[in-house]
Nanobody
Framework: QVRLVESGGGLVQPGGSLRLSCAAS????????MRWHRQAPGKERELVAF????????TYADSVKGRFTISRDNAKNTVYLQMNSLEPDDTAVYYC?????????WGQGTQVTVSS
């Protein structure tokens, strides 16, 4: 059974940091690229960051470039999103997503709220 389980969300003040994790099981993790998306209330889901299967290729949305870092540990079947200098506009539900040749798996999401 395929599972993607996000964790690490919560409430943080502007300027703070959070580290999201996404633990994968039920598929060959290293063969899949991984992405983090987010969806704020009333807005469309937005791609935040992408990492290739080997972890050597990464891309970011312009809105998070320089503040967020995506990484993965294939030995632990886990992908991470380090989020620094958080802003209120980063408030959203964050989802991890595995993708390979049109096959996609999604996690259930974790809430991130940036507020003073």
């Amino acid at each position: 059974q395929v599972r993607l389980v996000e964790s690490g969300g919560g409430l943080v003040q502007p300027g703070g940091s959070l580290r999201l994790s996404c633990a994968a099981s039920g598929f060959t993790f290293s063969s899949f690229a991984m992405r983090w998306h987010r969806q704020a209330p009333g807005k469309e889901r937005e791609l935040v960051a992408f990492i290739g299967g080997a972890g050597d290729y990464k891309t970011y949305a312009d809105s998070v470039k320089g503040r967020f870092t995506i990484s993965r540990d294939n030995a632990k079947n886990t992908v991470y999103l380090q989020m620094n200098s958080l802003e209120p506009d980063d408030t959203a539900v964050y989802y991890c997503n595995a993708i390979r040749s049109g096959v996609m798996y999604w996690g259930q999401g974790t809430q991130v709220t940036v507020s003073s």
